[in-house]
């Protein structure tokens, strides 16, 4: 369930012209893992197919979210990545990265190696 407040305010419905506006997601409960899904692929009408999207990503090894319902706030630790390799979004590989024990490991099919977090 998701409880949305939203400023409808900016919109004049009555003259069907949209203005800006915000939109807010509160958690009711946060889970005890989180998981997260960027989306890489972007559809482009004038190529008529999805196209994977180029640029760098960087995120925390550890978020702090406090958007909440109670407002009691949560903190998680990254521990694990998966990462689409390749440039089409029809095909392609996909390495993971993972944290066992203080260190991170690269799985490469069969392959795996123990990687600096400063890599990640």
């Known amino acids: ?24 997601i509160k958690i009711k409960k946060l889970p005890q893992v989180l998981v997260n899904h960027l989306k890489r692929f972007k559809y482009v009408e004038q190529l008529g197919r999805n196209k994977k999207l180029s640029y760098c990503i960087v995120f925390p090894l550890e978020l702090k979210l406090s958007n909440t319902m109670e407002d009691v706030g949560s903190e998680y630790s990254l521990f694990a990545v998966v990462v689409h390799v390749e440039s089409g979004p029809n095909h392609g590989h996909y390495v993971s990265l ?8 690269f799985f490469d099919d069969e392959d795996v190696e123990m990687i600096d ?4």
């Open 1 to 24: 369930m998701e409880m949305v407040e939203e400023e409808v305010s900016n919109k004049q419905i009555i003259l069907k012209d949209l203005q800006e506006a915000q939109k807010r």
């Open 98 to 105: 993972m944290k066992s024990h203080d260190h991170w490991l």
């Open 117 to 120: 977090e400063s890599a990640i």
